[in-house]
């Protein structure tokens, strides 16, 4: 039978492994932001672009979701880093580490709401049946919800799953 490396323990003391954890968090933001930090920029536009202001009915609080969901996105997933440099050197490394997570996982929730908006409103007002922009909206959903959620927490609960026994004569 051959060991994944990853079920190997690291040689590490609980600092390092802290350290580690956060830095690994703070990676993964960077990813996360830069997307959100665009689509927010976009969003905050928009109002002042031509034809806006024909923009109505299911677009105009699609608009508002795509919009304050994107700026929550950009707090949750900028928040561990101020976090960081308030609580820096005070011990805190653990709760800040549990607070980024929460943070990243309630700032996705926030970005699954803002792309799929923002996607469905631009759809809405290009499509000429409702059809087409409730498909988007629940395909982007379903897809979001999928990847970003439920597959992660379904290899998690396999990986959590004591190991089977071999079934014996």
């Not at 969003?43 to 994107?70: H, Q």
Request: charged share 15%.
């Amino acid at each position: 039978m051959t060991v994944d490396p990853a079920d190997k323990p690291r040689n590490e003391t609980e600092h390092e492994r802290l350290d580690r954890q956060l830095v690994e968090l703070l990676q993964g933001f960077r990813v996360a932001v830069t997307g959100v930090q665009v689509l927010f920029a976009f969003l905050l536009t928009v109002p002042f672009s031509a034809n806006f202001d024909k923009v109505d009915g299911a677009g105009t609080p699609l608009f508002y979701i795509a919009l304050f969901g994107a700026a929550i996105a950009s707090i949750c997933f900028t928040a561990p880093a101020f976090h960081h440099r308030i609580l820096f050197r005070l011990g805190q490394k653990p709760l800040l580490i549990r607070r980024a997570n929460l943070f990243g996982i309630i700032g996705a929730f926030a970005l699954m709401a803002s792309m799929t908006a923002a996607t469905t409103l631009i759809v809405e007002s290009l499509a000429e049946t409702p059809v087409w922009t409730i498909t988007t909206a629940v395909a982007l959903l379903t897809l979001c919800t999928y990847v970003w959620f439920v597959q992660p927490y379904l290899t998690r609960l396999r990986a959590n799953r004591p190991p089977r026994e071999p079934e014996g004569d």
